[in-house]
């Protein structure tokens, strides 16, 4: 494996994702956000008659991950493709129903670290943000973008409190000169928000410009409309008894997976009786609350202080 890649490369809550999946059942299990191969080489080691197939459209992350998997053999297939289309590429993979399914949402530590890929207002470079290698860019985004799209996509998928204000000063900095590279829009957004400099802005402990280049991120690889798609998707693809995973990082996708989780593990109301039917249950949420990293995880792997797991079992 990569060694510049390894050393920033920390899975997230990886303890708690081998216990919920259980991978010494045996069994398929769909890494559906593969990365750099982190939970996918843990769940290997724990289940050693267990196959994995795992998913991701970053052509740079199944590289990575291929070389770590390696000693793994034929027990590992990697393929690419976007998670909303997981039940053709299990399909595809023709190793039957997983017993297990895993989904790490948001942008990788290959994504941030690496300054080309546009994803990071710490790491200046051409402003991509594409967790492919094909389609829109956010430089697309930010220089074609009507004001007023921008503004709902800045408070739609970042929450951003002064979303008019930045598309604003956005649309105005464009007139002049193209958007063209992270640190340019960055600087922008900082200054729009009266704060033009890097580090804590209004927000506390996050960067002024965190929350713009969330939502440019969201809308460029529309991670949101995917999200429930690939939810209903994997608990209808487990086997009975199956477990499904997600770690989410912002409240967005939080609620999304919850609420999909909650309606799913509900099922169909009858209409006399306003109880759900029993036998159109399809899961069991194993998750009450969603589960947190510990302190020390925190204090180890400071990207992981906002994700939640929630789990599932396919009833």
Avoid at 14 to 43: I, K, M, S
Avoid at 264 to 288: F, N, S
Wanted: no cysteine; charged share 30%; net charge neutral.
């Amino acid at each position: 494996m990569d060694p510049d890649a390894s050393a920033f490369h920390q899975p997230v809550l990886l303890a708690e994702v081998v216990e919920l999946l259980a991978p010494e059942r045996g069994g398929l299990f769909v890494d559906a956000t593969l990365g750099l191969g982190g939970h996918a080489e843990a769940l290997l080691e724990a289940g050693r008659e267990l196959r994995l197939l795992g998913i991701d459209q970053d052509p740079q992350a199944l590289e990575l991950a291929a070389r770590r998997l390696a000693r793994f053999g034929e027990r590992v297939r990697l393929v690419a493709g976007n998670f909303r289309h997981l039940g053709e590429l299990v399909a595809g993979a023709r190793w039957g129903a997983p017993a297990g399914i895993l989904a790490d949402l948001g942008v990788s530590s290959l994504q941030l670290e690496r300054g080309e890929r546009g994803f990071s207002f710490r790491r200046d470079g051409p402003l991509d943000m594409r967790m492919g290698a094909v389609g829109k860019t956010a430089a697309d985004v930010v220089n074609t973008y009507s004001e007023a799209a921008l503004a709902e996509i800045f408070q739609e998928f970042g929450e951003e409190r002064e979303s008019k204000r930045v598309a604003r000063a956005l649309v105005a900095r464009r007139k002049v000169a193209p958007f063209a590279t992270s640190a340019e829009l960055a600087e922008t957004v900082r200054r729009a928000k009266r704060f033009d400099h890097p580090g804590p802005g209004r927000e506390g402990r996050i960067d002024a410009a965190t929350r713009v280049f969330q939502a440019l991120r969201i809308e460029v690889n529309q991670e949101l409309a995917a999200l429930p798609e690939m939810l209903d998707e994997a608990v209808r693809l487990l086997s009975a008894e199956g477990r499904l995973v997600v770690i989410s990082y912002h409240s967005l996708e939080d609620r999304i997976v919850k609420h999909t989780l909650r309606d799913l593990a509900r099922g169909e109301v009858d209409e006399v009786t306003g109880r759900p039917r029993a036998e159109t249950q399809l899961i069991e949420v194993l998750t009450r609350n969603p589960v947190r990293p510990s302190e020390e995880e925190m204090l180890a792997n400071p990207r992981s202080r906002s994700a939640r797991l929630r789990a599932a079992r396919r009833l």
